[in-house]
């Protein structure tokens, strides 16, 4: 499975922006695509994933109403819709497709088997 994330950028405080990922080659066992996030001198943590079959989501508590995560089946494709960003948002965002169901792991970086690349959203003050 390969991914392809876009969308990144500068933005300023209370801005929007959304990322896009694309997913290709053998996506048939997908059972929720998610995103990460790495800010500057930070692990990476969870931020947002989607069932792929039922459409469920689940957020972190610093994102939750303010972002949304999205799904189109026929273009395997997830989004990220960032509204309300903060400086604290700063980061290197990261796709991830896995096959495990299990809801717990779905919040973990073990329960994702492929990544993207990342693109660097960066929120000024």
């Known amino acids: 499975v390969q991914l392809q994330a876009s969308g990144g950028g500068l933005v300023q405080a209370g801005d929007s922006l959304r990322l896009s990922c694309a997913a290709s080659?053998?996506?048939?066992?997908?059972?929720?695509m998610g995103w990460f996030r790495q800010g500057p001198g930070k692990e990476r943590e969870f931020v947002a994933t989607i069932r792929w079959s039922g459409g469920y989501t689940y957020y972190s508590d610093s994102v939750k109403g303010r972002f949304t995560i999205s799904r189109d089946k026929a273009k395997n494709t997830v989004y990220l819709q960032m509204n309300s960003l903060k400086p604290e948002d700063t980061a290197l965002y990261y796709c991830?497709?896995?096959?495990?169901?299990?809801?717990?792991?779905?919040?973990?970086?073990?329960?994702?088997?492929?990544w993207g690349q990342g693109t660097q959203v960066t929120v000024s003050s």
């Open positions: 991830a497709v896995g096959s495990n169901t299990i809801t717990s792991m779905l919040r973990q970086e073990a329960g994702y088997g492929y």
């Open positions: 080659g053998r996506t048939f066992s997908t059972a929720a």
